[in-house]
């Protein structure tokens, strides 16, 4: 039994979090938020640089250092309690894996060394204007002409889809669901930044004209490899949730200290310390929905993975957003000023929690996974 | 329901397996998964399966050879607990002196207690209750008003314990006494250890909710027992208590669960039979519970490895508990909700399906071992540091 983190693992935990303590704090947060395009390339150049963050889990073989999952939740968790703003889920979680999933040799060679090595930002475009997260939902065509493959239609929602410069786009072809690769400049696209309620991950929608694209993988066998890498990226979503539920918790904790109200600290009284105990046993539990599924990735489990991570983000996105409502009430008005840190978690929860799919897809997808 | 624990105790693990096929059988398999302390018509029928479990060698599989045990680690009593559960054998009639009395001493004991109390517990020779609660002093467990005082090369007792698990059973009991007549709250207490078969204890059954006698209210009038049967220093029992209270909880969470686990699994095959996997609230519910039995059990694995890698376990050890408990009540209601109208029909005298008893027994889940409240004043100042609630 490995469930537990080694010595190297609580290392890199630290080097990590002391990274983003230093890098992204909140005035680096709020300075990001307020940025459209949200993306400090001077810092991500340093995520890759220093720290090797965007390569860590791509195998050698394609530039990255071939650590585990387990390490790659590890920085998640810890980007999600610094609130990191910037193209790493969208790069890392989604585009790195899709690309990692679907068989193409010849993709991953030119494509992974570039993201590992922090020199390309890159996305998946999955969904469309009715914002489904499954084969149905991508309506987008690819057609094959002399010159190659032409993509026309829409995507819209794409986590960091205005700067990215790799766009993985699932389009409909005539025999299926498949993977086609964009660059930024690709003539016929037309990208336009969404503002966002979250606005530490910014979105965007993507116009595509009869745009040149490179086929990934087998046409039309794009599906299971794309539903693949959505369970992976579901994983890596549930341990920053668990991060940033975490760092909410830590803000109510440090309050009721030091708040006092009737002549005593607030965290004194039932009401507060035992909302307060709560959220730890959510955050407890969610570390462990989170935490099954980077095992079941480590040990290359497919079935537990797909079980585990639908579990994962069904129960990590309620409980982010629960424990960052929470800690809005123990801070009573303060909690509900724009100058406060509070919101930006609260909205961070909520925007995750839609973001790779809602927790009733989620639960519906468990359910359908469990045979229920 | 697989977990595998590596190459190293694979051999051990199936022996046990092969033992378990082998002797978990006839009337013995009938009372798989009875539960609760104390199953009256079951008990002859559990204690004779504890016997058979001693003479096989599997009670103390930890415990060191010389007190009777096998001498293995933490990592094959793990694993025995594992595959007990997993075998859904039935609850041991011995579990209070084997998970909290046993360790208490291997722990703090003297070299005579250790020869004389261990060996008799693995040959289910002496049965033991825990007595700590007393009327006025449950949550609030330093508030003990029972009282010892020394008496030559004695100690006399006089007080009343209560909730007393396994009292009517039990040849000894451990129990919490104030030895400084003098003394508040948490000093002054000694932990005794005292026979029951003497003229000052009275033990009366306590019939709990599900009509079974669980526990017992134990009176005590200047009932003796000898000097050297203080476990830890005199004065210093909250100590040698609270080292009871937090015994490696891993291990007997772990096994509870996979029951819990086995409800779950339960409760969707009854939901299937009667098609209501179709409607969707209760679909929800029936994931959620599923999605709470797993987390349980992530929950326990992640304590357990860092037990057996030697580190000193997280949060989530303390918080399991709470959420366990919890979510055990919740899975009881919605099991009960497919039952339907059904489920509300008990046998002759109050005789009681798994379902039912399961249920009605998670009311306690709730309060023993520390309320949920306490647990979240635990929580709330012990592991987040929160200011302490006032206290006189
Ligand atoms: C099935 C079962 C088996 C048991 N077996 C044993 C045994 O073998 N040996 C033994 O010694 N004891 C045993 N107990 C006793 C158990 O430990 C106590 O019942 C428990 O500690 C609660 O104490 P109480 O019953 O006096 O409730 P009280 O302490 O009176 O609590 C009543 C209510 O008030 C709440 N409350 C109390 N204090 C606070 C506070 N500070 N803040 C907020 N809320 C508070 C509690 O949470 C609870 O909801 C058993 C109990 C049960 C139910």
Redesign the pocket.
Known sequence: MDLTFSEEQDELRKVVRSFLAKYSDEAAVRRLAADPRGHDPVLWRRMAGELGLQGLAVPEEYGGSGFGYVDLGIVFEEAGRALLCGPYFATVALAAEALLRCDDERARRDLLPGIASGATVATLALTEDDGRWDAQGIGLTARERATGWQLTGTKTYVPDGHLADLLLVAARTPCGISLLAVGADAPGLDRTSLPTLDQTRKQARLEFTDTPARLVGTEGTAWPALERTLATASVLLAAEQAGGAAAALDAAVEYAKIRVQYGRPIGSF?GIKHKCADMLVDIESARSAAYAGLWALDAGDETETAIAAALAQTFCSETFTRVAGDNIQVHGGIGFTWEHPAHLYFKRAKSSEVLLGTPSHHRELLATRLGI | MEVDFGPAVRDFRDELRDWLADHLVGEFAEHRGVGG?TDGAAWEVRLAWDRELSAGRWLGVAWPEEYGGRGLGLLEEIVFEYEYARANAPYRATV?ALDLLGPMLLKMGTEEQKKRFLPPILAVEELW?????E?G?????ASVRTRAERDGEEWVVSGQ???????IHADWLYV?TRTDPDSVRHKGLTLLLLPTDQPGVEIRPIR?LAGQD??AEVFLSDARTHADMAVGEVGQGWRTAMATLGIERGTTLLPQQLGFEREAEALIDLARERGALDDPMLRRRIVDAWISVRIMRTTNLRTLAELTAGRTPGAQATTAKLYASTRHQQLGHLAMELAGPAGQIVGEDYGLDMRQRSFL?SL?ET????????Q??IIGEQLLGLPK?PRP
């Open positions: 039932q | 302390p209070n209750g825990q007595g700590f609660s009327p002093a449950g949550s609030d467990l314990k209560v909730w007393t698990s396994f009292g919490l709990n669980e526990f027994l306690a309060i023993y071992g520390g309320s949920s409240e306490i979240r004043n609630e």
